[in-house]
């Protein structure tokens, strides 16, 4: 990708690469992207390799990839190692991640289904909100819920 002067600002930035103007900051601010430069007018103007990387960047996101794993994928590339198996470690370890979610998720799935059963829409009432309550009046017996863990 050849070098240009930065000539979209940050609506345009946004709309070419997908990403909001206001993640655009962020992204600045966590250093997954270079502050844009300013115009004279002092509007922040990014090229095309910062509308490619901003790509870039949406993609992983869109993998659910935490920033600090876009963070590395993007070191690894600065640095031009493309033929280490570094990426693939990374990848290893956010589909790790991956997985273990999905077993959460499964188990989140039978505790909302078994709770959907308590309203079968076969009597005058549903018990939905009632069971809600009886689980949270049990507060120290543990959920059958597993507890979801954020993956930033």
């Known amino acids: ?43 922040r103007v990014y ?14 996101r869109a993998m659910d990839m935490s920033l ?11 640095h031009g ?15 790790s991640h991956v997985r273990t979610r999905l077993k959460e998720l499964r188990g989140l799935e039978r505790a909302l289904q078994e709770l959907r059963g308590r309203c079968d829409g076969t009597g005058r009432e549903c018990h939905v909100i009632e069971a809600l309550h009886e689980r949270a009046d049990a507060e120290l017996v543990p959920l059958p819920l597993p507890v979801a863990r954020r993956h930033v």
């Open 81 to 95: 190692v493309h033929s280490s198996h570094a990426a693939c470690a990374t990848l290893d370890e956010h589909l």
């Open 1 to 43: 990708m050849t070098a240009q002067s930065p000539r979209h600002r940050i609506g345009d930035a946004a709309r070419l690469s997908g990403v909001s103007a206001a993640n655009i900051r962020y992204y600045e601010r966590e250093g997954l992207l270079a502050r844009g430069a300013r115009a004279d007018n002092s509007y």
């Open 47 to 60: 090229g095309d390799a910062d509308v490619h990387r901003l790509r870039f960047v949406r993609l992983c």
């Open 68 to 78: 600090d794993e876009v963070r590395a994928l993007l070191a690894l590339d600065a």
